[in-house]
Protein backbone atom coordinates (compact mmCIF):
# COMPACT_ATOMS: atom_id res chain seq x y z
CA UNK A 1 0.00 0.00 0.00
CA UNK A 2 1.03 3.44 -0.77
CA UNK A 3 -0.36 6.00 1.76
CA UNK A 4 -1.02 9.41 0.50
CA UNK A 5 -2.90 12.21 1.94
CA UNK A 6 -6.68 12.33 0.70
CA UNK A 7 -5.98 16.16 -0.47
CA UNK A 8 -3.49 14.36 -2.84
CA UNK A 9 -6.56 12.87 -4.85
CA UNK A 10 -6.40 15.15 -8.11
CA UNK A 11 -5.81 13.33 -11.49
CA UNK A 12 -1.91 12.97 -12.40
CA UNK A 13 -0.90 15.77 -10.44
CA UNK A 14 1.18 13.43 -8.24
CA UNK A 15 5.09 13.83 -8.23
CA UNK A 16 7.63 11.37 -7.69
CA UNK A 17 9.12 13.78 -4.79
CA UNK A 18 5.20 14.65 -3.29
CA UNK A 19 4.20 10.83 -3.03
CA UNK A 20 7.64 9.76 -1.59
CA UNK A 21 7.16 12.16 1.61
CA UNK A 22 3.14 11.66 1.93
CA UNK A 23 2.10 9.91 5.25
CA UNK A 24 -1.20 8.68 6.33
CA UNK A 25 -1.46 7.38 9.49
CA UNK A 26 -4.78 5.52 9.80
CA UNK A 27 -8.05 5.85 7.52
CA UNK A 28 -10.20 8.75 8.99
CA UNK A 29 -13.15 6.44 9.51
CA UNK A 30 -11.10 3.68 11.97
CA UNK A 31 -8.09 5.17 14.25
CA UNK A 32 -5.62 1.85 15.47
CA UNK A 33 -5.41 0.94 19.09
CA UNK A 34 -1.92 2.22 20.05
CA UNK A 35 -0.31 -0.74 20.75
CA UNK A 36 -0.73 -4.26 19.06
CA UNK A 37 -0.02 -7.11 19.55
CA UNK A 38 2.62 -9.32 17.47
CA UNK A 39 2.69 -13.25 16.50
CA UNK A 40 6.53 -12.93 16.73
CA UNK A 41 8.09 -13.80 20.17
CA UNK A 42 11.72 -12.64 21.39
CA UNK A 43 14.17 -15.33 21.30
CA UNK A 44 14.53 -15.17 25.20
CA UNK A 45 14.00 -18.25 28.16
CA UNK A 46 10.60 -18.71 29.18
CA UNK A 47 10.03 -18.21 32.78
CA UNK A 48 6.58 -20.19 33.31
CA UNK A 49 4.22 -17.63 35.43
CA UNK A 50 0.72 -16.90 36.26
CA UNK A 51 0.47 -13.20 35.89
CA UNK A 52 -2.21 -11.64 37.22
CA UNK A 53 -2.35 -10.27 40.50
CA UNK A 54 -5.31 -11.04 42.76
CA UNK A 55 -7.29 -13.10 40.29
CA UNK A 56 -9.62 -14.37 43.04
CA UNK A 57 -10.27 -11.10 44.59
CA UNK A 58 -9.45 -12.19 47.80
CA UNK A 59 -6.79 -9.52 48.76
CA UNK A 60 -9.89 -6.61 47.58
CA UNK A 61 -8.96 -4.34 44.92
CA UNK A 62 -5.33 -5.22 45.06
CA UNK A 63 -3.67 -4.99 41.31
CA UNK A 64 -7.21 -3.68 39.95
CA UNK A 65 -9.00 -0.91 38.74
CA UNK A 66 -12.53 -0.74 39.16
CA UNK A 67 -15.00 1.41 38.24
CA UNK A 68 -16.87 1.36 41.74
CA UNK A 69 -16.38 0.20 45.05
CA UNK A 70 -19.07 -2.38 44.19
CA UNK A 71 -17.26 -4.40 41.30
CA UNK A 72 -15.01 -6.32 43.48
CA UNK A 73 -17.03 -7.25 46.68
CA UNK A 74 -19.01 -10.39 48.65
CA UNK A 75 -21.58 -8.79 49.59
CA UNK A 76 -24.90 -11.36 49.16
CA UNK A 77 -26.65 -11.72 45.97
CA UNK A 78 -23.93 -13.47 44.10
CA UNK A 79 -21.10 -16.24 45.20
CA UNK A 80 -17.44 -16.96 44.83
CA UNK A 81 -16.57 -19.65 42.38
CA UNK A 82 -13.62 -20.14 45.22
CA UNK A 83 -12.66 -18.28 48.24
CA UNK A 84 -15.69 -15.64 48.94
CA UNK A 85 -15.26 -12.31 47.14
CA UNK A 86 -15.45 -12.32 43.41
CA UNK A 87 -16.11 -9.44 40.49
CA UNK A 88 -19.64 -8.25 39.94
CA UNK A 89 -20.60 -6.40 36.65
CA UNK A 90 -23.72 -4.88 35.83
CA UNK A 91 -26.63 -6.55 37.75
CA UNK A 92 -28.61 -2.76 38.13
CA UNK A 93 -31.51 -3.28 36.18
CA UNK A 94 -31.11 0.27 34.52
CA UNK A 95 -28.57 1.84 31.89
CA UNK A 96 -25.20 1.34 33.51
CA UNK A 97 -21.17 0.49 32.70
CA UNK A 98 -18.97 -1.31 35.11
CA UNK A 99 -15.33 -1.59 34.06
CA UNK A 100 -12.31 -4.27 35.73
CA UNK A 101 -9.01 -3.72 34.32
CA UNK A 102 -5.37 -4.56 35.63
CA UNK A 103 -2.27 -4.49 33.58
CA UNK A 104 0.09 -7.51 32.93
CA UNK A 105 3.22 -8.17 31.77
CA UNK A 106 3.37 -11.71 29.84
CA UNK A 107 6.96 -12.47 29.69
CA UNK A 108 8.89 -13.00 26.15
CA UNK A 109 10.09 -16.40 24.77
CA UNK A 110 6.71 -18.40 26.08
CA UNK A 111 5.15 -20.37 23.34
CA UNK A 112 1.58 -20.65 25.00
CA UNK A 113 -0.10 -17.77 26.96
CA UNK A 114 -3.82 -18.40 27.89
CA UNK A 115 -5.93 -16.23 29.82
CA UNK A 116 -8.77 -18.23 32.22
CA UNK A 117 -11.41 -17.10 33.96
CA UNK A 118 -14.95 -18.22 35.41
CA UNK A 119 -17.78 -16.28 34.56
CA UNK A 120 -21.85 -16.70 35.78
CA UNK A 121 -24.32 -14.99 33.81
CA UNK A 122 -28.19 -14.63 35.62
CA UNK A 123 -30.51 -11.76 33.87
CA UNK A 124 -33.71 -10.95 33.74
CA UNK A 125 -34.25 -10.47 29.97
CA UNK A 126 -36.55 -12.28 29.01
CA UNK A 127 -35.90 -12.26 24.95
CA UNK A 128 -33.71 -15.45 23.11
CA UNK A 129 -32.53 -13.24 20.07
CA UNK A 130 -31.39 -10.01 21.68
CA UNK A 131 -28.51 -9.11 23.19
CA UNK A 132 -28.90 -6.17 25.27
CA UNK A 133 -26.70 -5.92 28.16
CA UNK A 134 -23.15 -7.13 27.07
CA UNK A 135 -19.34 -7.68 28.57
CA UNK A 136 -16.08 -7.41 26.72
CA UNK A 137 -13.20 -9.29 27.68
CA UNK A 138 -10.15 -6.99 25.96
CA UNK A 139 -6.59 -6.77 26.06
CA UNK A 140 -5.47 -3.41 24.52
CA UNK A 141 -7.51 -2.34 22.61
CA UNK A 142 -8.32 -6.04 20.88
CA UNK A 143 -11.66 -7.51 22.27
CA UNK A 144 -11.14 -11.08 23.12
CA UNK A 145 -14.61 -11.93 23.49
CA UNK A 146 -17.96 -10.77 24.78
CA UNK A 147 -20.66 -12.01 26.40
CA UNK A 148 -24.40 -11.44 26.54
CA UNK A 149 -27.74 -11.52 28.49
CA UNK A 150 -28.00 -14.66 26.10
CA UNK A 151 -25.38 -16.50 27.24
CA UNK A 152 -26.91 -16.75 30.83
CA UNK A 153 -26.02 -19.22 33.03
CA UNK A 154 -26.56 -21.95 35.90
CA UNK A 155 -23.16 -21.55 38.23
CA UNK A 156 -20.24 -20.80 36.63
CA UNK A 157 -18.36 -21.69 33.35
CA UNK A 158 -14.71 -21.43 32.89
CA UNK A 159 -13.42 -19.59 29.70
CA UNK A 160 -10.01 -19.83 27.79
CA UNK A 161 -8.51 -17.55 25.45
CA UNK A 162 -5.43 -17.99 23.78
CA UNK A 163 -3.25 -14.74 24.10
CA UNK A 164 0.01 -15.83 22.91
CA UNK A 165 0.19 -13.47 20.27
CA UNK A 166 1.18 -10.89 22.87
CA UNK A 167 4.10 -12.62 24.57
CA UNK A 168 6.81 -10.16 25.32
CA UNK A 169 4.66 -7.37 25.72
CA UNK A 170 3.11 -5.41 28.74
CA UNK A 171 -0.65 -4.84 27.83
CA UNK A 172 -3.96 -3.74 30.14
CA UNK A 173 -6.10 -6.96 30.72
CA UNK A 174 -9.75 -5.52 30.79
CA UNK A 175 -13.64 -6.39 31.35
CA UNK A 176 -16.41 -3.80 30.30
CA UNK A 177 -20.13 -4.54 31.37
CA UNK A 178 -22.86 -2.87 29.57
CA UNK A 179 -26.68 -3.00 31.10
CA UNK A 180 -29.40 -1.02 29.17
CA UNK A 181 -32.21 1.03 30.51
CA UNK A 182 -34.15 -2.26 32.12
CA UNK A 183 -34.47 -5.78 33.29
CA UNK A 184 -31.04 -6.32 35.22
CA UNK A 185 -28.38 -8.62 33.98
CA UNK A 186 -25.53 -9.73 36.28
CA UNK A 187 -21.78 -10.38 35.08
CA UNK A 188 -19.61 -12.45 37.51
CA UNK A 189 -16.17 -13.07 37.18
CA UNK A 190 -13.82 -14.71 39.40
CA UNK A 191 -10.00 -16.78 39.55
CA UNK A 192 -8.82 -14.63 36.33
CA UNK A 193 -5.38 -16.10 35.26
CA UNK A 194 -2.87 -15.56 32.75
CA UNK A 195 -0.57 -18.80 32.20
CA UNK A 196 2.60 -18.87 30.26
CA UNK A 197 4.76 -21.69 29.47
CA UNK A 198 6.70 -23.18 26.79
CA UNK A 199 9.75 -22.26 25.07
CA UNK A 200 10.21 -20.19 21.89
CA UNK A 201 9.87 -23.20 19.49
CA UNK A 202 6.44 -24.07 19.54
CA UNK A 203 6.42 -27.97 19.22
CA UNK A 204 7.16 -29.28 16.09
CA UNK A 205 9.58 -28.17 13.49
CA UNK A 206 9.66 -24.30 11.98
CA UNK A 207 7.95 -25.63 8.66
CA UNK A 208 4.71 -22.98 7.52
CA UNK A 209 1.64 -24.50 7.38
CA UNK A 210 -1.15 -25.08 6.62
CA UNK A 211 0.57 -25.46 3.03
CA UNK A 212 -0.66 -25.63 -0.58
CA UNK A 213 -4.33 -24.37 0.24
CA UNK A 214 -6.19 -24.70 -2.52
CA UNK A 215 -9.69 -22.60 -2.15
CA UNK A 216 -12.86 -22.95 -4.10
CA UNK A 217 -15.23 -20.37 -3.43
CA UNK A 218 -18.78 -19.68 -5.44
CA UNK A 219 -20.27 -16.24 -4.54
CA UNK A 220 -23.51 -14.17 -5.80
CA UNK A 221 -24.25 -10.67 -5.45
CA UNK A 222 -27.48 -8.86 -5.18
CA UNK A 223 -28.13 -5.69 -7.97
CA UNK A 224 -25.12 -3.15 -6.71
CA UNK A 225 -22.65 -5.24 -6.09
CA UNK A 226 -22.53 -4.79 -2.42
CA UNK A 227 -23.71 -7.91 -1.13
CA UNK A 228 -22.49 -11.24 -1.59
CA UNK A 229 -23.55 -14.89 -0.25
CA UNK A 230 -22.76 -18.12 -0.95
CA UNK A 231 -20.08 -21.25 -0.62
CA UNK A 232 -16.15 -21.30 -0.23
CA UNK A 233 -13.65 -24.16 0.91
CA UNK A 234 -10.12 -24.70 1.33
CA UNK A 235 -8.32 -28.14 1.25
CA UNK A 236 -4.84 -27.92 2.84
CA UNK A 237 -2.12 -30.02 3.44
CA UNK A 238 0.03 -30.16 7.11
CA UNK A 239 3.56 -29.60 5.81
CA UNK A 240 4.88 -29.98 9.66
CA UNK A 241 5.91 -32.86 11.48
CA UNK A 242 3.95 -31.40 14.53
CA UNK A 243 0.13 -32.09 14.24
CA UNK A 244 -2.74 -29.64 13.63
CA UNK A 245 -5.14 -30.03 15.61
CA UNK A 246 -6.85 -26.83 14.80
CA UNK A 247 -6.63 -23.91 11.98
CA UNK A 248 -7.72 -20.14 11.93
CA UNK A 249 -9.28 -18.78 9.19
CA UNK A 250 -8.60 -15.04 8.81
CA UNK A 251 -11.74 -12.64 8.41
CA UNK A 252 -9.55 -9.41 7.79
CA UNK A 253 -12.53 -7.17 6.97
CA UNK A 254 -14.47 -7.65 10.27
CA UNK A 255 -12.02 -4.54 10.96
CA UNK A 256 -14.25 -2.85 9.30
CA UNK A 257 -17.31 -3.34 11.20
CA UNK A 258 -18.07 -4.75 14.71
CA UNK A 259 -18.59 -8.07 16.46
CA UNK A 260 -21.91 -7.31 16.45
CA UNK A 261 -22.63 -6.41 13.12
CA UNK A 262 -19.56 -8.46 10.99
CA UNK A 263 -19.05 -7.74 7.22
CA UNK A 264 -17.80 -10.96 7.18
CA UNK A 265 -19.97 -13.70 8.02
CA UNK A 266 -19.22 -17.82 8.34
CA UNK A 267 -21.59 -20.02 8.69
CA UNK A 268 -22.82 -23.59 8.85
CA UNK A 269 -18.54 -25.04 8.90
CA UNK A 270 -18.38 -28.01 7.95
CA UNK A 271 -14.95 -30.36 8.28
CA UNK A 272 -14.23 -29.15 11.77
CA UNK A 273 -15.72 -27.46 15.09
CA UNK A 274 -16.07 -23.18 14.46
CA UNK A 275 -15.04 -21.70 18.09
CA UNK A 276 -16.00 -17.73 18.84
CA UNK A 277 -13.91 -15.45 16.32
CA UNK A 278 -10.87 -13.43 17.99
CA UNK A 279 -9.30 -10.55 17.68
CA UNK A 280 -11.37 -8.28 17.06
CA UNK A 281 -13.45 -10.82 15.69
CA UNK A 282 -10.53 -11.04 12.04
CA UNK A 283 -9.62 -14.25 13.50
CA UNK A 284 -12.18 -18.02 13.76
CA UNK A 285 -10.64 -21.32 15.72
CA UNK A 286 -11.71 -24.37 13.31
CA UNK A 287 -10.54 -27.24 15.73
CA UNK A 288 -10.21 -30.05 13.16
CA UNK A 289 -12.18 -33.19 13.93
CA UNK A 290 -8.82 -35.61 14.73
CA UNK A 291 -4.93 -34.45 14.59
CA UNK A 292 -3.80 -33.60 11.31
CA UNK A 293 -0.35 -35.74 10.48
CA UNK A 294 2.72 -34.16 8.71
CA UNK A 295 1.55 -34.97 4.64
CA UNK A 296 -2.36 -35.35 5.20
CA UNK A 297 -4.51 -32.92 4.33
CA UNK A 298 -8.24 -31.98 4.82
CA UNK A 299 -10.94 -29.90 3.77
CA UNK A 300 -13.27 -27.27 5.74
CA UNK A 301 -15.92 -25.78 4.07
CA UNK A 302 -18.35 -22.56 4.95
CA UNK A 303 -21.40 -21.02 4.06
CA UNK A 304 -19.98 -16.78 3.37
CA UNK A 305 -21.78 -13.51 3.44
CA UNK A 306 -19.59 -10.29 2.85
CA UNK A 307 -21.65 -6.76 3.21
CA UNK A 308 -19.11 -4.06 1.45
CA UNK A 309 -19.44 -1.05 3.46
CA UNK A 310 -19.57 2.83 1.81
CA UNK A 311 -15.97 4.04 1.79
CA UNK A 312 -13.70 4.61 -1.13
CA UNK A 313 -11.41 1.99 1.19
CA UNK A 314 -9.58 -1.23 -0.30
CA UNK A 315 -12.84 -2.83 1.22
CA UNK A 316 -15.86 -0.49 0.77
CA UNK A 317 -17.59 0.83 -2.03
CA UNK A 318 -17.27 4.04 -3.59
CA UNK A 319 -21.06 5.14 -4.76
CA UNK A 320 -21.70 2.54 -7.85
CA UNK A 321 -18.15 0.80 -7.23
CA UNK A 322 -17.12 -1.92 -4.94
CA UNK A 323 -13.90 -2.47 -4.04
CA UNK A 324 -13.68 -5.71 -2.17
CA UNK A 325 -10.02 -6.85 -1.04
CA UNK A 326 -8.96 -9.08 2.00
CA UNK A 327 -12.75 -10.10 2.07
CA UNK A 328 -12.42 -14.12 1.31
CA UNK A 329 -11.11 -15.82 4.50
CA UNK A 330 -7.86 -17.37 4.41
CA UNK A 331 -6.04 -19.58 6.68
CA UNK A 332 -4.15 -17.86 8.97
CA UNK A 333 0.06 -19.49 8.57
CA UNK A 334 1.66 -21.50 11.82
CA UNK A 335 5.83 -21.15 11.65
CA UNK A 336 8.49 -21.22 14.33
CA UNK A 337 6.62 -17.80 16.14
CA UNK A 338 3.24 -20.19 16.49
CA UNK A 339 0.23 -19.40 15.15
CA UNK A 340 0.10 -15.36 13.14
CA UNK A 341 -3.07 -14.36 14.75
CA UNK A 342 -1.90 -10.39 14.70
CA UNK A 343 -4.82 -7.70 14.34
CA UNK A 344 -5.76 -5.59 11.18
CA UNK A 345 -3.77 -2.53 10.62
CA UNK A 346 -4.81 0.14 8.11
CA UNK A 347 -1.69 2.03 8.30
CA UNK A 348 -0.28 -0.70 6.41
CA UNK A 349 -0.97 -4.19 6.15
CA UNK A 350 -1.04 -7.30 8.36
CA UNK A 351 -1.42 -10.14 5.90
CA UNK A 352 0.95 -13.29 5.81
CA UNK A 353 -0.34 -16.43 3.74
CA UNK A 354 1.39 -18.98 1.53
CA UNK A 355 0.66 -19.17 -1.89
CA UNK A 356 -2.26 -21.01 -2.32
CA UNK A 357 -4.74 -21.80 -5.48
CA UNK A 358 -7.85 -20.47 -5.99
CA UNK A 359 -11.16 -20.78 -8.39
CA UNK A 360 -13.93 -18.25 -7.68
CA UNK A 361 -16.77 -18.17 -9.62
CA UNK A 362 -19.00 -14.57 -8.98
CA UNK A 363 -22.11 -14.60 -10.40
CA UNK A 364 -23.69 -10.86 -10.48
CA UNK A 365 -25.77 -8.46 -12.62
CA UNK A 366 -24.45 -7.97 -16.36
CA UNK A 367 -24.33 -4.33 -16.13
CA UNK A 368 -21.60 -4.69 -13.72
CA UNK A 369 -17.92 -5.27 -14.55
CA UNK A 370 -15.79 -7.74 -12.65
CA UNK A 371 -12.34 -7.33 -13.00
CA UNK A 372 -10.55 -9.70 -10.27
CA UNK A 373 -7.25 -11.42 -9.03
CA UNK A 374 -6.36 -14.12 -11.58
CA UNK A 375 -7.51 -14.81 -15.29
CA UNK A 376 -11.09 -14.96 -15.84
CA UNK A 377 -14.02 -15.80 -18.36
CA UNK A 378 -17.16 -14.51 -18.57
CA UNK A 379 -20.27 -16.56 -19.54
CA UNK A 380 -24.20 -15.76 -19.44
CA UNK A 381 -25.92 -16.39 -16.19
CA UNK A 382 -29.27 -16.32 -15.57
CA UNK A 383 -31.76 -13.47 -17.15
CA UNK A 384 -29.64 -10.34 -17.03
CA UNK A 385 -26.94 -12.01 -15.27
CA UNK A 386 -23.07 -13.25 -15.69
CA UNK A 387 -21.22 -15.42 -14.09
CA UNK A 388 -17.80 -14.48 -13.86
CA UNK A 389 -14.77 -17.37 -13.22
CA UNK A 390 -11.57 -16.39 -11.99
CA UNK A 391 -8.83 -18.53 -11.54
CA UNK A 392 -5.46 -18.06 -9.92
CA UNK A 393 -2.33 -20.40 -9.22
CA UNK A 394 0.09 -19.41 -6.95
CA UNK A 395 -0.94 -16.28 -5.05
CA UNK A 396 -1.41 -14.74 -1.17
CA UNK A 397 -4.94 -13.85 -1.83
CA UNK A 398 -7.84 -13.01 -3.65
CA UNK A 399 -9.67 -9.44 -4.54
CA UNK A 400 -11.99 -8.27 -7.13
CA UNK A 401 -14.32 -5.20 -7.63
CA UNK A 402 -17.56 -4.81 -9.00
CA UNK A 403 -18.83 -1.46 -10.78
CA UNK A 404 -20.34 0.08 -14.10
CA UNK A 405 -16.41 0.77 -15.20
CA UNK A 406 -14.99 2.01 -18.18
CA UNK A 407 -12.50 -0.78 -19.36
CA UNK A 408 -9.35 -0.68 -21.56
CA UNK A 409 -7.09 -3.42 -22.21
CA UNK A 410 -3.53 -3.43 -24.07
CA UNK A 411 -0.73 -6.41 -24.22
CA UNK A 412 2.96 -5.39 -23.06
CA UNK A 413 5.99 -5.82 -25.24
CA UNK A 414 6.57 -9.18 -23.18
CA UNK A 415 3.23 -10.35 -23.49
CA UNK A 416 1.19 -9.79 -20.59
CA UNK A 417 -2.29 -8.69 -20.69
CA UNK A 418 -3.09 -5.45 -19.16
CA UNK A 419 -6.50 -4.15 -18.47
CA UNK A 420 -7.38 -0.86 -16.88
CA UNK A 421 -10.93 -0.04 -14.96
CA UNK A 422 -12.07 3.04 -13.93
CA UNK A 423 -14.25 4.62 -11.90
CA UNK A 424 -16.53 7.46 -13.71
CA UNK A 425 -14.85 11.13 -13.75
CA UNK A 426 -11.21 9.32 -14.91
CA UNK A 427 -10.75 11.11 -18.53
CA UNK A 428 -10.17 8.39 -21.10
CA UNK A 429 -6.69 10.14 -21.40
CA UNK A 430 -5.65 9.69 -17.97
CA UNK A 431 -6.74 5.63 -18.55
CA UNK A 432 -4.51 5.68 -21.61
CA UNK A 433 -1.70 7.08 -19.76
CA UNK A 434 -2.14 4.81 -16.86
CA UNK A 435 -2.44 1.30 -19.23
CA UNK A 436 0.99 2.38 -20.76
CA UNK A 437 2.28 3.11 -16.99
CA UNK A 438 1.38 -0.32 -16.28
CA UNK A 439 2.34 -2.53 -19.47
CA UNK A 440 6.34 -0.44 -19.19
CA UNK A 441 6.13 -1.07 -15.35
CA UNK A 442 5.59 -4.83 -15.66
CA UNK A 443 8.16 -5.16 -18.21
CA UNK A 444 10.53 -3.25 -16.14
CA UNK A 445 10.22 -5.01 -12.71
CA UNK A 446 10.00 -8.55 -14.68
CA UNK A 447 13.45 -7.48 -16.24
CA UNK A 448 14.98 -6.97 -12.65
CA UNK A 449 12.88 -10.12 -10.81
CA UNK A 450 11.84 -12.47 -13.02
CA UNK A 451 8.89 -13.22 -15.57
CA UNK A 452 5.58 -12.20 -14.47
CA UNK A 453 3.57 -15.64 -13.77
CA UNK A 454 0.48 -14.31 -13.62
CA UNK A 455 -0.94 -13.93 -17.13
CA UNK A 456 -3.14 -11.08 -16.44
CA UNK A 457 -2.76 -7.69 -14.33
CA UNK A 458 -5.70 -5.63 -13.51
CA UNK A 459 -6.18 -2.09 -12.17
CA UNK A 460 -8.75 -0.18 -10.79
CA UNK A 461 -8.82 3.55 -10.91
CA UNK A 462 -10.04 5.64 -8.46
CA UNK A 463 -9.21 9.63 -7.64
CA UNK A 464 -11.35 8.94 -4.17
CA UNK A 465 -9.33 6.37 -2.65
CA UNK A 466 -7.57 7.66 0.80
CA UNK A 467 -4.73 5.13 0.97
CA UNK A 468 -3.30 5.76 -2.67
CA UNK A 469 -2.62 2.70 -3.41
CA UNK A 470 -3.34 -1.18 -3.10
CA UNK A 471 -1.91 -4.33 -3.86
CA UNK A 472 -3.31 -7.51 -4.97
CA UNK A 473 -1.84 -10.89 -6.38
CA UNK A 474 -2.89 -9.48 -10.15
CA UNK A 475 -4.91 -6.66 -9.30
CA UNK A 476 -3.96 -3.65 -8.36
CA UNK A 477 -6.26 -0.37 -6.64
CA UNK A 478 -4.55 3.07 -7.56
CA UNK A 479 -5.41 6.54 -8.17
CA UNK A 480 -4.12 8.05 -11.42
CA UNK A 481 -0.23 8.48 -10.83
CA UNK A 482 2.94 7.15 -12.81
CA UNK A 483 4.75 6.72 -9.44
CA UNK A 484 2.05 5.19 -7.11
CA UNK A 485 0.64 2.59 -10.35
CA UNK A 486 4.66 1.74 -10.31
CA UNK A 487 4.88 1.10 -6.86
CA UNK A 488 1.64 -1.44 -7.02
CA UNK A 489 2.88 -3.37 -9.30
CA UNK A 490 5.90 -3.76 -7.91
CA UNK A 491 4.01 -5.18 -5.34
CA UNK A 492 3.43 -8.39 -7.82
CA UNK A 493 7.26 -9.28 -6.81
CA UNK A 494 7.37 -7.99 -3.35
CA UNK A 495 4.76 -9.50 -1.69
CA UNK A 496 3.44 -11.39 -4.07
CA UNK A 497 5.74 -13.75 -5.75
CA UNK A 498 8.24 -12.86 -3.03
CA UNK A 499 6.24 -13.24 0.00
CA UNK A 500 7.16 -12.39 3.62
CA UNK A 501 5.43 -11.45 6.82
CA UNK A 502 3.89 -8.26 6.50
CA UNK A 503 3.11 -7.55 9.55
CA UNK A 504 6.12 -8.42 11.47
CA UNK A 505 8.38 -7.29 8.66
CA UNK A 506 7.19 -4.23 6.77
CA UNK A 507 10.11 -3.48 5.23
CA UNK A 508 10.67 -6.70 3.15
CA UNK A 509 7.78 -5.58 1.39
CA UNK A 510 7.63 -1.53 1.08
CA UNK A 511 11.35 -0.68 1.09
CA UNK A 512 11.66 -3.77 -1.76
CA UNK A 513 8.79 -2.64 -3.66
CA UNK A 514 9.66 1.60 -3.09
CA UNK A 515 13.69 0.75 -4.46
CA UNK A 516 11.99 -0.92 -7.65
CA UNK A 517 10.36 1.82 -8.33
CA UNK A 518 12.88 4.01 -8.29
CA UNK A 519 15.13 1.77 -10.43
CA UNK A 520 11.53 1.60 -13.12
CA UNK A 521 11.84 5.02 -12.91
CA UNK A 522 15.61 5.93 -13.43
CA UNK A 523 16.02 7.08 -9.81
CA UNK A 524 19.20 6.56 -8.14
CA UNK A 525 18.60 7.41 -4.47
CA UNK A 526 21.33 9.72 -5.04
CA UNK A 527 22.23 11.08 -1.29
CA UNK A 528 18.99 9.55 0.04
CA UNK A 529 20.74 8.46 3.17
CA UNK A 530 22.11 11.71 4.10
CA UNK A 531 18.50 13.51 5.47
CA UNK A 532 18.26 10.31 7.65
CA UNK A 533 16.88 11.45 10.65
CA UNK A 534 16.54 8.74 13.40
CA UNK A 535 13.21 9.61 16.02
CA UNK A 536 14.52 7.80 19.28
CA UNK A 537 16.96 4.74 19.72
CA UNK A 538 14.14 2.33 19.21
CA UNK A 539 13.42 3.10 15.73
CA UNK A 540 14.65 0.64 13.12
CA UNK A 541 13.90 0.44 9.01
CA UNK A 542 12.95 -3.27 10.61
CA UNK A 543 10.44 -2.65 13.42
CA UNK A 544 6.95 -4.13 12.98
CA UNK A 545 3.81 -2.72 12.16
CA UNK A 546 2.85 -2.83 15.80
CA UNK A 547 5.67 -0.16 16.19
CA UNK A 548 4.55 1.98 13.25
CA UNK A 549 0.88 1.40 14.46
CA UNK A 550 1.93 3.46 17.54
CA UNK A 551 4.64 5.74 16.29
CA UNK A 552 2.19 6.08 12.51
CA UNK A 553 4.03 9.88 11.23
CA UNK A 554 6.99 8.28 11.12
CA UNK A 555 6.39 4.99 9.46
CA UNK A 556 6.07 5.79 5.48
CA UNK A 557 9.51 8.18 6.17
CA UNK A 558 11.34 5.33 8.04
CA UNK A 559 9.73 2.28 5.73
CA UNK A 560 9.36 3.78 2.51
CA UNK A 561 12.44 6.20 2.81
CA UNK A 562 14.80 5.13 4.74
CA UNK A 563 13.96 1.55 3.61
CA UNK A 564 14.75 2.13 -0.18
CA UNK A 565 17.57 4.81 0.45
CA UNK A 566 19.43 1.76 2.42
CA UNK A 567 19.14 -0.63 -0.59
CA UNK A 568 20.59 2.16 -2.94
CA UNK A 569 23.15 2.69 -0.54
CA UNK A 570 24.06 -1.34 -0.05
CA UNK A 571 23.75 -1.68 -4.17
CA UNK A 572 26.69 1.26 -3.78
CA UNK A 573 28.49 -1.20 -1.53
CA UNK A 574 27.91 -4.36 -3.66
CA UNK A 575 28.46 -2.63 -7.17
CA UNK A 576 25.59 -2.09 -9.77
CA UNK A 577 26.09 -5.69 -11.66
CA UNK A 578 25.97 -7.64 -7.85
CA UNK A 579 22.96 -6.23 -6.30
CA UNK A 580 21.21 -6.70 -9.35
CA UNK A 581 22.40 -9.73 -9.40
CA UNK A 582 21.27 -10.37 -5.83
CA UNK A 583 17.79 -9.89 -6.04
CA UNK A 584 17.21 -11.68 -9.05
CA UNK A 585 18.54 -14.50 -7.46
CA UNK A 586 17.06 -14.06 -3.85
CA UNK A 587 13.55 -13.83 -5.93
CA UNK A 588 14.44 -16.59 -7.68
CA UNK A 589 15.31 -18.62 -4.60
CA UNK A 590 12.16 -17.20 -2.63
CA UNK A 591 9.57 -17.44 -5.32
CA UNK A 592 5.84 -18.16 -4.47
CA UNK A 593 8.15 -18.55 -1.08
CA UNK A 594 8.94 -16.46 2.04
CA UNK A 595 11.42 -14.21 2.56
CA UNK A 596 13.01 -13.14 6.08
CA UNK A 597 15.58 -10.45 7.25
CA UNK A 598 17.70 -12.88 7.90
CA UNK A 599 17.87 -14.77 4.77
CA UNK A 600 18.22 -11.76 2.20
CA UNK A 601 21.14 -10.18 5.53
CA UNK A 602 22.81 -13.68 4.59
CA UNK A 603 22.48 -13.77 0.77
CA UNK A 604 23.18 -10.31 0.64
CA UNK A 605 26.47 -11.67 2.84
CA UNK A 606 27.50 -13.72 0.25
CA UNK A 607 28.28 -12.07 -2.48
CA UNK A 608 30.68 -9.75 -1.28
CA UNK A 609 34.08 -10.18 0.86
CA UNK A 610 33.16 -7.15 2.92
CA UNK A 611 31.68 -7.48 5.90
CA UNK A 612 28.60 -5.92 5.96
CA UNK A 613 27.67 -6.18 10.08
CA UNK A 614 28.57 -2.24 10.20
CA UNK A 615 26.12 -1.44 7.34
CA UNK A 616 23.47 -3.14 8.96
CA UNK A 617 24.12 -1.49 11.63
CA UNK A 618 24.35 1.60 10.60
CA UNK A 619 21.31 1.77 8.50
CA UNK A 620 19.24 -0.34 11.54
CA UNK A 621 18.78 -3.06 9.99
CA UNK A 622 17.96 -5.88 12.31
CA UNK A 623 17.19 -9.87 12.38
Partial sequence: MRPTPHKALGAGALTVAALAAFVLPASPAAA??????????????????????????????????????????????????????????????????????????????????????????????????????????????????????????????????????????????????????????????????????????????????????????????????????????????????????????????????????????????????????????????????????????????????????????????????????????????????????????????????????????LDHPSDLLVPATGTSTDTPGSSGRTVTTATASKVRDFAWAAGPFSKISGTSSSGVAVNVYSVSGISSSSAQSMLSTAKTAVDSHASRFGAYPYGELDAVLDNNYWFGGMEYPGFVLDLVSTTALTHEIGHQWWYGIVGDDEYNSPWLDEAFTDYATDLALGKTGSNCWSSVSWASADEKITDSMAYWDAHSSRYSTVVYGYGKCALHDLRRVLGDTAMAKLLKDYATAHWYGVSTTVEFKAAAQAVTSTDLTSFWTQHRIDG
Fill in 32 to 361: QPATHPSAHRAAATCTPAQVVGNGGFENGTSSWTASSSDVITSRTGQTAHSGSSYAWLDGTGGTHTDTLSQSVAIPAGCGTATLTFWLHIDTDETTSSVAYDKLTAKIGGTTLATYSNLDENTGYVKKSIDVSAYAGQTVSLSFTGTEDSSLQTSFVLDDIALDTSGGTTPPGDSTRTPAAPSYTVNLSSDTTGTEWTGHESVTFTNASATALNEVYLRLWDNYHGTCDAMPIRVTNVTGGTAQGPTVACTALEIDLPAPLAQGQSATIGFDLGITVPSGADRFGHDGAYSFIGNALPVLAVRDSSGWHLDPYTNNGESFYSLAADFQVT
